[in-house]
């Protein structure tokens, strides 16, 4: 896939954009000046060791933490600490986690339509209606009447994934969306990820995946110890990695 012209979307505006980021939990420096831009319509795959600030790179992007000095923006404008201004841009900023954080006691179709009705207040049938479509796009809307716990893994992960697009983001954030699953149910997860990439939705994914990384990705971020340390395509990653630290990241991921 080919990578994006450097730096900005259709209107000249990077999607995300972090300026001299710092982050600290207690004395623990986890995300260390982090400069990074996503343009409109990459797929940026953020690949490190555990512990190298990856997840937390994520979860500031939408403030599920917040940062400790630096400027975070998303489509140009800068993330709201509180408040109204922060709910809508969580609106617009999906995000799929390990753990899927679906609604146990609302049937799929529930969990689906609640966020277009309560955040853009939708008509409630026409919510359904996009609920049903989102389901369909996902590969489970026969299961649409049932209960998040009748569903496996994988099926639970892709109801999450269409209950983050209900809300038609400008940007999707997966925060290691395939980690919590069983082996067979991981390429489940992934294809619908690819299908999204294809289809040119902005996308920021933490992941172990390394096939993913390979072929859907635009652009491979190697974090180590709170640091950007390599920012490239992905064939340059994995073939010359640059950085030592990626190497020997590269020699124990690819020898397994």
Avoid: Y
Wanted: glycine residues 8%; hydrophobic residues 45%; proline residues 5%.
């Amino acid at each position: 896939m080919n990578q994006p012209a450097s730096g900005s979307g259709p209107n000249g505006t990077p999607m995300i954009s972090m300026n001299n980021v710092q982050k600290h939990f207690g004395a623990l420096h986890v995300l260390k000046d982090i400069q990074f831009e996503v343009p409109a319509g990459q797929v940026v795959v953020v690949l490190g060791p555990s512990g190298s600030g990856k997840s937390t790179l994520c979860r500031v992007i939408n403030r599920l933490e917040p940062i400790d000095s630096g400027e975070i923006r998303v489509d140009g404008k800068i993330l709201p600490v509180e408040g109204k201004g922060l709910a809508m841009l969580r609106a617009d900023v999906g995000m799929v986690f390990q753990s899927f954080n679906l609604f146990a006691h609302k049937s799929v179709l529930d969990n689906v339509a609640l966020g277009p009705v309560k955040v853009r207040k939708m008509n409630k049938n026409a919510a359904n209606d996009l609920a049903v479509g989102l389901l369909e796009r996902v590969g489970i809307a026969e299961q649409k009447d049932k209960l998040p716990a009748q569903l496996s893994g994988g099926q639970q992960q892709r109801v999450a994934i269409a209950r983050a697009l209900a809300m038609k983001p400008k940007v999707m954030l997966f925060d290691e969306p395939t980690s919590a699953l069983d082996p067979e149910m991981v390429q489940e997860v992934l294809d619908v990820m690819t299908s999204l990439a294809k289809e040119g939705m902005t996308m920021l994914c933490v992941t172990h995946e390394m096939g993913f990384a390979r072929h859907a990705a635009s652009r491979v971020v190697f974090m180590s110890d709170g640091e950007i340390v390599e920012d490239s395509t992905p064939d340059a990653f994995f073939k010359s990695p640059k950085s030592n630290r990626a190497k020997d990241f590269l020699s124990k991921i690819l020898t397994h």
